[in-house]
């Protein structure tokens, strides 16, 4: 067998195979062997008559095509160990170059290829922010706000009451295609000041209430800003209509040790301070950390060298389709639906948003697989088990425990184990770019290897 390569741009290999005469020969006579058996010929039984009868009736391309199909199934491996290629997805017949004898071409997906930037020598600061006392004064705040009690008061609102009205709003200017009804009257009830923050019907709507008393009506006009939430409203002058019912005065709980402790097992106000300082400071250290790593990990995929098989691509591809699909069944909708919605086809939607999440996903995935392997990134045993263990003493007290089947409790086991095995290896990966970016990260060896360069390759013929 003659074998010839010819590597591609798209990290696949062009194989050319030539089979000598005499092993197909053989192919042709087990050809005729099965043409005998799946097809009667007068006067023989099945799989008994000669070969030149079979060639006589059926003709040599028959045979040829079929010694072609039998000869396909053991010839691949083959071809693939003799030209010492590994694929990393099935490879393809492109073209049947001859017949007689038999010359094929085919086409083999290769193992992606990272070649990293010397990573270790790249430095980014790791500062995550302190939290402040204002923070945790905003908490305090929130809580206190949380369980304070509302008392009639007559007087007008001023900040911080609790407004009750009846709140309408119309278009002055509507388009031809809309009506000019905004907001159809409903009750409505705001803290004046804190509605700012969620923006309905507008980022400081509560400010006009401020001043007015139970019983009395306003009308203002408001033009939406070129921010607007909802692009069709942005520049337009909508016509507000606002009845207040009542106004309430917000009482808010002294901040002491008692009330400390009805909100939680907190003994003391200054306790309360310490577990609101350390859920402020997890969660931003929790934030830090992601734009830390992201910004890290997109300076060192910038800075290499990526190339994979179009089949890498298509599978990323179908990835995402299939998350997006599961994603959209929990809303109640279907991929078709989505696109009308998006008045896009299937196939430009896929070119157009789909594809570049796919080639960034795949490109930064590849990246860090490469570099744990680099970095010999593992998972401790002895930490997982326990891990698993605890999830599933968790679950063990959960009514759902004692309805599952053994199969069901095993089939749980292993999926616990590879979600926290995968969440532990990544954090692991993680904490050491990390370290490296940072400084902080001291190799246990001076035998840990350095990262693979251009110039390295070059030095061993790569």
């Known amino acids: 067998m003659k074998i010839e390569t010819t590597p591609r741009d798209d990290q696949q290999i062009q194989i050319v195979a030539e089979i000598d005469s005499t092993m197909f020969e053989d192919y042709k006579q087990r050809a005729a062997r099965k043409i005998s058996k799946e097809t009667r010929i007068p006067g023989f039984r099945p799989g008994k008559a000669p070969y030149d009868i079979i060639r006589r009736h059926f003709g040599d391309d028959v045979i040829q095509r079929e010694a072609i199909e039998i000869m396909l199934d053991d010839l691949y491996p083959k071809v693939l160990e003799e030209a010492k290629v590994e694929p990393s997805y099935p490879g393809t017949l492109e073209e049947i170059l001859s017949y007689d004898p038999p010359k094929f071409s085919f086409l083999v997906p290769l193992e992606p290829e990272v070649l990293l930037p010397d990573y270790h020598a790249i430095r980014k600061e790791y500062k995550p ?7 945790i004064e905003e908490v305090l705040s929130n809580l206190r706000r949380n369980y304070a009690t509302a008392e009639p008061i007559d007087r007008p609102a001023k900040e911080g009451d ?19 009804e905004f907001i159809r009257e409903m009750p409505h009830q705001v803290v004046i000041g804190e509605d700012d923050k969620s923006g309905w019907p507008f980022a400081g709507f509560s400010k006009y209430l401020i001043g007015m008393s139970a019983n009395e009506e306003k009308e203002f006009v408001y033009v939406f800003p070129d921010d607007f939430s909802l692009e069709r409203y942005r520049g337009k002058e909508a016509r507000f209509f606002v009845t207040v019912q009542s106004v309430k005065e917000l009482v808010l709980p002294e901040l002491t040790d008692e009330f400390a402790q009805s909100i939680g097992e907190f003994e003391t106000v200054e306790k309360l301070r310490e577990g609101i300082h350390s859920q ?6 929790a934030e830090y950390d992601d734009s830390y790593l992201d910004e890290l990990i997109e300076e060192i ?7 994979y098989p179009p089949q890498a691509l298509q599978e990323e591809i179908e990835h995402l389709l299939s998350h997006l699909k599961e994603d959209l069944e929990r809303s ?24 570049p999440q796919a080639q960034k996903a795949l490109t930064r995935r590849l990246v860090l697989t490469e570099i744990a392997r680099r970095e010999k990134i593992n998972v401790d045993s002895e930490e997982l088990q326990k891990e698993v263990a605890e999830t599933m003493a968790q679950f063990d007290q959960t009514p759902e425990a004692r309805k599952s089947t053994a199969a069901q409790r095993r089939n749980l086991t292993q999926m616990v184990t590879l979600q926290t095995a995968n969440r532990m290896f990544n954090f692991n990966l993680l904490e050491r770019l990390k370290g490296i970016a940072s400084g902080t990260y001291q190799p246990e060896s001076e035998s840990t290897p350095e990262p693979e360069t251009e110039s390295t390759k070059e030095e061993k013929g790569e």
């Open 129 to 135: 922010e302190s939290v402040t006392e204002e923070e």
């Open 162 to 180: 609790v407004v009750y009205l009846m709140l309408r709003a119309e278009l002055t200017q509507p388009e031809e295609s809309e009506t000019s």
């Open 280 to 285: 402020i400071a997890a969660r931003k250290q």
């Open 301 to 307: 995929v910038s800075q290499s060298t990526v190339k």
């Open 332 to 355: 109640r909708m279907d991929l078709d639906t989505y696109l009308k919605m998006l008045q896009m086809d299937q196939d430009t939607f896929i070119q157009n948003k789909i594809r």
